[in-house]
């Protein structure tokens, strides 16, 4: 699973500018990853022939609508309205590889549920994990399937100290809640099973499938609190279109099996 996030985990006491942190999740079978990993170059050589952008320039899909600073320079070049479309392209790409799946959690912060930043951080990360272990253990993600699954998280370069500590822990100790009767809660104790080594962090613009991840959180992020921009010109809608690969089993309560914290 290759991870990328959006927002910040700051409270609104923190003067955090944004409401929600999210993380997306984009899931491979190993199996499979040569084979992704081929589309996704087929489709960087399209874009290549039609708009310029070499192979190893980085698709940052929130400076390609907002501050392009960080842009490479055959990006810069671009009128916004033609990176708008390398963004509705990647997404209509992603949404034709059968072979991926797409875990998507969303904290919002302005529910007082969490008291700090670390809350937010860990409570988003921790769902993440355990939804990637769910899926696993039911034997839920499509395509090809091992007798003994087994998941590793590379996610974009953030924080892996904290990251290997939370995994660690929950491999130890870790409390799921059970619905009881008349509307009580039990707990039970689950630790992870199937996600081995530390998460192991990759440089996004070393990775197609960072960057995967990377336009994934943007579109979620733009589905819940669209930038003016993306409001205007229909973007906000562009994260339905990732629907066909969508984690519908994370969770049952939302149409598109996004988990809300």
């Known amino acids: 699973m290759y991870v990328d996030e959006s927002?910040?985990?700051?409270?609104?006491?923190?003067?955090?500018?944004?409401?929600?942190?999210?993380?997306?999740?984009?899931?491979?079978?190993?199996l499979r990853w040569r084979e992704v990993l081929s589309e996704?170059?087929?489709?960087?050589?399209?874009?290549?022939?039609?708009?310029?952008v070499?192979?190893?320039?980085?698709?940052?899909?929130?400076?390609?609508?907002?501050?392009?600073?960080?842009?490479?320079?055959?990006?810069?070049?671009?009128?916004?309205?033609?990176?708008?479309?390398?963004?509705?392209?990647?997404?209509d790409e992603?949404?034709?590889?059968?072979?991926?799946?797409?875990?998507?959690?969303?904290?919002?912060?302005?529910?007082?549920?969490?008291?700090?930043?670390?809350a937010v951080f860990r409570g988003a990360w921790f769902r993440l994990f355990q939804r990637f272990e769910n899926t696993i253990q039911h034997r839920n993600f499509p395509g090809l399937?091992?007798?003994?699954e087994r998941g590793m998280v590379f996610p974009d370069s953030t924080d892996g100290e904290r990251l290997r500590r939370y995994l660690n822990q929950m491999r130890v100790r870790n409390p799921i809640k059970i619905p009881g009767q008349s509307g009580s809660f039990n707990f039970n104790d689950r630790p992870i099973?199937?996600?081995?080594?530390?998460?192991?962090?990759?440089?996004?613009?070393?990775?197609?499938?960072v960057q995967a991840a990377d336009i994934c959180v943007f579109l979620l992020k733009q589905f819940i609190e669209p930038s003016s921009f993306m409001k205007k010109h229909g973007g906000n809608a562009y994260f339905r279109r990732?629907?066909?690969?969508?984690?519908?089993?994370?969770?049952?309560?939302?149409?598109?099996?996004?988990?809300?914290l």
């Open 7 to 30: 927002g910040d985990s700051g409270l609104p006491a923190d003067k955090s500018p944004t409401r929600y942190f999210c993380l997306s999740g984009v899931v491979i079978h190993e």
């Open 193 to 209: 099973a199937s996600l081995i080594e530390d998460p192991i962090p990759r440089e996004s613009h070393h990775s197609y499938f």
């Open 145 to 148: 399937k091992n007798p003994s």
């Open 242 to 260: 990732l629907e066909p690969v969508l984690c519908k089993v994370a969770s049952y309560s939302d149409p598109l099996g996004i988990v809300r």
């Open 94 to 118: 992603l949404a034709k590889i059968h072979d991926i799946n797409v875990i998507n959690i969303i904290v919002d912060k302005a529910t007082g549920k969490l008291l700090d930043k670390e």
């Open 54 to 91: 070499y192979l190893n320039d980085e698709l940052h899909h929130a400076e390609m609508v907002g501050k392009t600073k960080k842009l490479a320079a055959s990006l810069k070049s671009l009128h916004k309205h033609q990176r708008l479309a390398i963004i509705r392209h990647h997404a």
């Open 40 to 52: 996704l170059t087929n489709f960087r050589r399209l874009l290549k022939r039609r708009y310029g």
